[in-house]
């Protein structure tokens, strides 16, 4: 993959200027700044009566191990950047083990909670979607709690369809949330044998 995947000029009415956002591959070096958004991320899903200490948090050595995993296996991992800081990040890992689902990935999309509302979502999404089709995937999976309006709106845009529906599947805030299985073709998708 190229270092900068698919850059992106985003405008802004703060102080008058404007500003970059950029998406690129991630490096060992935004391992904290990920790590911090994973973090408030799944805690706002903990229970609030729930102490912290219960919480297994992963830690960065961790994530750099699993990051490098996955790009050795040529899975896409990938960051939103604006003036050197991560805004948000994206990446795929496989749907199953079994060779069968080989071409096959889920994916995670991960935006810095002061960053919303501000389009980083659908860039990574979309370079997202670029990367894995150029690396021979065919099939894109994606889990969305079912009260995630804004994920639903955004894959929905992306071409995603939903396939399934799990209720009370997790428990978070106090009470169980349903999850929704979308899927989304990549390339040819399943209208021609894959290149072996």
């Known amino acids: 993959m190229n270092d900068e995947i698919n ?61 490098k995993n996955m790009q050795k296996r040529k899975m896409p991992h990938i960051v939103a950047e604006e003036n050197g800081v991560v805004l948000g990040y994206a990446y795929a890992v496989p749907f199953r083990k079994r060779p069968a689902y080989r071409y096959a990935i889920k994916h995670s999309i991960y935006v810095h909670n002061g960053h919303l509302q501000r389009g980083i979502g659908r860039m990574l999404m979309g370079a997202l979607i670029d990367a894995c089709a150029a690396a021979g995937f065919r099939q894109m999976i994606g889990y969305v709690d079912a009260a995630n309006r804004a994920s639903l709106v955004l894959h929905e845009r992306f071409g995603f369809v939903q396939v399934g529906y799990l209720p009370a599947i997790g428990y978070k805030f106090n009470h169980w949330t349903d999850t929704v299985l979308l899927q989304r073709s990549l390339g040819p998708g399943g209208t021609e044998p894959p290149h072996l």
């Open 7 to 67: 850059a992106a000029a985003d405008e802004s009415s703060e102080k008058g200027g404007r500003f970059r956002v950029f998406v690129r591959d991630s490096r060992d070096g935004d391992v904290p700044a990920m790590l911090a958004i994973y973090l408030h991320h799944i805690r706002r899903g903990v229970d609030p009566d729930l102490d912290p200490r219960e919480f297994e948090a992963p830690d960065a050595e961790d994530l750099k191990r699993r990051r």
